[in-house]
């Protein structure tokens, strides 16, 4: 009896501790923002199919000096020739557009001009300028002495303000370019794409129709 009394009230081997609860959001939020930093930049670029063009594309594909896991080439091929200014700017919406719609929310997506060459790798400055800032697009600078922005290369995060500003500059573009006629009532700005984004930056209420986003270059 005494025996079976002494099992009854021996103590009882104590469970390991637990961990400590993580915080989720925090914890959440820094997978996502590894995870962006490991995932390939997608470098969207748009291709004729002349002999010309083509060669600039070998050109241009050639001079990247970032490894495959690094960045991602997406070429979008355009077989059409654009005879008239007002006409390239269809594509090249259509182009950024296709990044912005078909990365993951948050992302941050790459779109260049062919006539862009590369002399060292670029993934660790798109990250740094565009990833890890807390802005939505980064823009080339136009000029070394202007903070005129240029839109031959862009850093673009994947958001729903930043498409709608992209789609509404690619609809104004395209409907109001260079050389046709202006009409202030929808775009006070005569001219295309380029022009259409510096006078929005620099005059945000000039656009009201463009939706705010921040930038940097």
């Given at each position: 009896a005494a025996h079976a009394a002494a099992e009854e009230t021996a103590p009882q081997a104590a469970d390991p501790p637990a961990a400590a609860a993580p915080n989720n959001h925090e914890?959440?939020?820094?997978?996502?923002?590894?995870?962006?930093?490991?995932?390939?930049?997608?470098?969207?670029?748009?291709?004729?199919?002349?002999?010309?063009?083509?060669?600039?594309?070998?050109?241009?594909?050639e001079s990247v000096r970032d490894a495959a896991d690094a960045v991602?080439?997406?070429?979008?091929?355009?077989?059409?020739?654009?005879t008239t200014q007002k006409h390239r700017y269809g594509p090249k919406g259509e182009l950024i557009l296709k990044a912005l719609t078909e990365n993951p929310e948050g992302s941050v997506v790459v779109v260049s001009d062919l006539d862009i060459r590369w002399f060292r790798p670029?993934?660790?400055?798109?990250?740094?300028?565009?990833?890890?800032?807390?802005?939505d697009v980064v823009f080339q600078r136009d000029e070394d002495w202007t903070l005129a922005?240029?839109?031959?290369?862009?850093a673009m995060r994947c958001?729903?303000?930043?498409?709608?500003?992209?789609?509404?500059?690619?609809n104004m573009a395209q409907r109001f370019a260079a050389g046709g006629k202006l009409d202030a009532r929808f775009n006070p700005v005569k001219g295309g794409d380029q022009k259409i984004v510096?006078?929005?930056?620099?005059?945000?209420?000039?656009l009201p129709m463009l939706p705010h986003v921040r930038w940097g270059l």
């Open positions: 914890e959440a939020e820094e997978q996502e923002a590894t995870t962006r930093r490991r995932r390939p930049i997608p470098l969207y670029f748009l291709a004729h199919t002349d002999n010309g063009s083509v060669a600039m594309r070998d050109a241009f594909v991602e080439l997406r070429e979008v091929t355009q077989t059409a020739l654009q670029v993934a660790d400055i798109v990250r740094a300028y565009a990833v890890d800032r807390d802005v922005v240029n839109l031959g290369f862009i958001t729903p303000a930043v498409r709608e500003f992209f789609r509404n500059v690619a510096n006078a929005a930056l620099r005059h945000p209420t000039r």
